[in-house]
């Protein structure tokens, strides 16, 4: 049986491989075209453009693992079966259920090898990418602008709530033109700053710069509210809001890990914000990686095709379609599950269900009928 994993591995790997190379040239060629028009603008020259791209090839690599697992693993079947080589295992005790296993022990590599990819590889490539194009473009902005974070906190003059808007932050992580609202427990504005920049720690210190610094407090005669104004170099906040969570903040939800997306949404509810979109993204990012065992079964199947039910230009290109509604239902899922209100598991697990449930009809068809 070490001969016939070698054998099916051997053929399955080196097919994967040549078809994630293919698809990944494809996409370089695509990104580079398009970076050709911003190239000479703002210093932004030809070899940084270039290299922007070539940080962008992990995460295309973690979007295209299962389709390359899909269509390489039935290209490797499908032309072992051609040449009747998996008709001689069959023939020598290879049956359904022991080539099923094989296959899925070579998709829970890929599973691993793509959890890895997406969770830790991809999200540090694609801000490297993004902070090489800000700074040659001479840029100091960097993921998303206008993002609002709040926070709650229990002071010797009662319970206050926080709205913090940060406008921009640069690729050092420096966030830009913080401004910070301060309500008490009815809701009312006591107080407000704007900040140039701040920094903030993993304790959750803020130590903001350029601080315009406005309160209210009440005269002592019950009349009107007194304003007070400072101008302050430096100011520090204590905050439950720390680094993770503020750099979870301003990233795309695409550059960021599981647990990255998990601390970000638990900060969202605790604080009664939207969190749906986090949850769904962060499900995806964990339910994604089990697509590349759906897909070596669905690919199972191909192998028990005839040469006569159509040759291996047919049989990729079949393989090939069903890759791209994948990727296709898997995108439609979640939105419509943010429409829809739908639980966030059940959004990023129904495309792989159904082909999971396609695979296994498929297998029941082809290996038991045929």
């Known amino acids: 049986m070490k001969t016939v994993r070698r054998l099916l591995y051997t053929d399955v790997l080196g097919a994967i491989a040549f078809v994630a190379i293919a698809f990944l040239a494809l996409f370089f060629f695509i990104d580079v075209v398009d970076e050709l028009e911003r190239v000479g603008r ?10 922007y791209c070539l940080l962008l090839l992990p995460g295309h690599l973690y979007v ?11 290209y490797a079947l499908a032309r072992m079966a051609q040449s009747s080589e998996f008709t001689i295992l069959r023939v020598s005790g290879l049956g359904p259920q022991r080539a099923l ?5 070579l998709g829970l590599a890929f599973a691993a090898a793509t959890f890895v990819l997406g969770d830790y590889l991809s999200p540090a490539f694609d801000r490297e990418a993004h902070a090489v194009r800000t700074a040659a473009r001479g840029g100091t902005v960097y993921g998303q602008a206008g993002t609002w974070l709040k926070d709650r906190q229990i002071t010797p003059e009662g319970e206050r709530s926080y709205s913090v808007q940060v406008t921009a932050a640069g690729p050092d992580g420096r966030l830009r033109n ?6 008490d427990a009815d809701a009312r504005l006591i107080g407000q700053l704007q900040a140039d920049s701040a920094v903030v720690g993993d304790d959750g210190l803020w130590q903001l710069s350029s601080v315009q610094r406005s309160h209210w407090r009440p005269q002592a005669k019950g009349g009107d509210l007194e304003v007070i104004e400072e101008q302050l170099d430096r100011f520090e906040w204590r905050s439950t809001l720390t680094r993770n ?3 979870a903040a301003v990233r795309p939800p695409s550059e960021m890990s599981a647990l990255d997306l998990f601390r970000y949404m638990t900060h969202l509810s605790d604080n009664e914000q939207a969190a749906q979109r986090y949850e769904i993204q962060f499900w995806k990012k964990v339910l994604y990686p089990f697509a590349c065992l759906v897909m070596v079964m669905l690919a199972l199947p191909f192998a028990y095709l005839h040469s006569r039910s159509g040759g291996i230009s047919l049989k990729v290109f079949g393989g090939i379609m069903l890759g791209i509604s994948f990727v296709l239902l898997n995108n439609v899922f979640t939105h419509i599950g943010l429409l829809q209100d739908w639980t966030p598991w059940v959004a990023a697990a129904t495309p792989s269900a159904v082909y999971f449930l396609l695979s296994l009809l498929a297998f029941n068809w082809l290996v038991r009928h045929r």
């Open 42 to 51: 703002g210093g932004y020259q030809l070899h940084q453009a270039l290299l």
């Open 64 to 74: 295209l693992m299962p389709i390359a697992v899909l269509i390489g693993t039935i």
């Open 101 to 105: 296993t094989l296959l899925l022990g």
């Open 178 to 183: 913080v401004r910070l609202y301060e309500f």
């Open 245 to 247: 969570v503020v750099v």
